[in-house]
């Protein structure tokens, strides 16, 4: 996935909280079909706001990311939620166009 990072509980601090610029993270499922029509969406807007923006994907069936799962309330996927400074800024449940997102990035930015 072009520009794309994947995160687990050990890494999640690291890679998004202590991003310096907002990070956007997909809380998805393999087996998901909505998960799967999001993802071309979050690779073209990962083009899109290169440096800008970190698009991050967490695999909620992973046992490595299940905690953060359950930290930040997903009940279903995907789930989108926009941190910036380490704080979540929106959250975003089921498919979210592409500009419906860019709105949303352009907020924290």
């Known amino acids: 996935m072009a520009g794309i990072v994947a995160a687990i509980n050990t ?3 690291q890679i998004v909280l202590a991003s310096e610029v ?17 993802t071309p969406t979050l690779i073209e807007l990962s083009e899109v706001y290169d440096g800008k923006i970190k698009i991050v994907k967490v695999d909620i ?4 990311s299940q905690e953060l ?4 309330g997903v ?3 995907p789930t ?8 979540v800024e929106d959250k975003m449940v089921g498919v979210t166009s592409k500009s419906v997102l ?8």
């Open 22 to 38: 907002p990070v956007l993270v997909d809380f998805f499922a393999d087996w998901c079909g909505p998960c799967k029509t999001q």
């Open 102 to 109: 860019e709105q949303k990035i352009e907020t924290v930015l």
């Open 61 to 64: 069936d992973v046992e490595e």
């Open 11 to 13: 890494d999640f601090d």
């Open 80 to 87: 989108l939620i926009l941190f910036k400074n380490g704080e």
């Open 69 to 72: 799962a359950t930290k930040y």
């Open 75 to 77: 009940m279903s996927v």
